[in-house]
């Protein structure tokens, strides 16, 4: 097997610096993971599957997980997963799609992410208890509110986890939900709600597994309860070990995982997000501290130099935050005070040696696959001898 070669871990040793922003945004592998993400990684890549900008070590980790660690079914997903993303232009979906119905479907859909739970994690918010469709289908069509359900995904994924890794300084990768479903039952589950349900499910479950740390769905009542039992089905069971259902005594529950500034005062929290005009309008987080995003900016910069535009310069953090029809980004209440100069130094060196390791890494798994067809060769040409000896002794018996 071959070794995963992580020189900026291993020259951060040297130098004694424990913690710069390429090893937080990267977070500590557990070395029981590496060996499969190994495998897989060299699966894809001698099949020629593998473009440099999915060759990242959390994202086939989170194909490994989705699939039990088979591999060929994890090779399925993941393949299915980059044709997906080619055939709806996910890559376009930041630069070109602009959401200018979103304040007006946040009216009649309240939700949004707002803040980091205790241990660093976005926390998003939905009450699904207050949505009106019909007010909803006037505003904005089913296709556009997907497009942009991905375009938050790929927010998630390429801004708001590494934003959240670097303020609370270790690896986060996936979000604490809190669904509050007061009213909701099966009379208002229609069918308009049932296909945009299934759509988003869909696409969260097979694009973009294994990023949700846990779901809270609050103010379930007698209704709420009688829909679950049916919408459970459609649910697997890692997802549904993952979902807690609370009834309207939830607060003291949700305080014990997010911090009272962090929750919305209608949710039992201290906040208002009174300049926003409400806590689901503010998307507070991490991911809107300028400090931080103009770190994660250079990151993104160096990635695309160093993957020779293959990101076609999609992947930034004015693209992540215009795709949403000019809401105002401010400084969130919650700005980290890490010392900025600390984290940078080193960032760029050590984002390069990755980048580096990674080629070096495909290189050797190339050469790997070189030296195993020489030895079939050689096997083979020690078979031909024998079956070459076998024929000359038995001419040499025919010649007696
Ligand atoms: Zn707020």
Redesign the pocket.
Known sequence: MLPYPFKSRESLKRTGKSKNLQVILEGVHDPKDEKPVDSFRELLFLEGQLPGKHNDYHTLLRFLRMRDFDLSKSKDAFLNYLKWREDYGVDAIPKEFKYEEFKEVKKCYPHGF??VDRYGRPVYIEKLGMVDLDAFSQVTTIERFVKYHVSEQEKTLNLRYPACSIAAKRHIASTTSILDVKGVGVSNFSKPARSLFMEIQKIDSNYYPETLHRVFIINAGSGFRVLWKALKAFLDMRTLAKIQVLGSNYQSKLLEVIDPCDL?NSLGGD???SD?G??LL?D?GPWNNPEITEMLQEVFETEELYNNGENDGITSVEAFASSMGGVQIKDADNASTMKHGDLKQGMETSYVDKLTSQKIQSLEAALKDTKTKIQALEAALEDTKTVLKGLVRHIEELKR
Request: aromatic letters at 10%; one cysteine or more; hydrophobic letters at 0%.
């Open positions: 707002h803040g919305p906040c208002t997000c926003y409400g806590c503010s507070k």
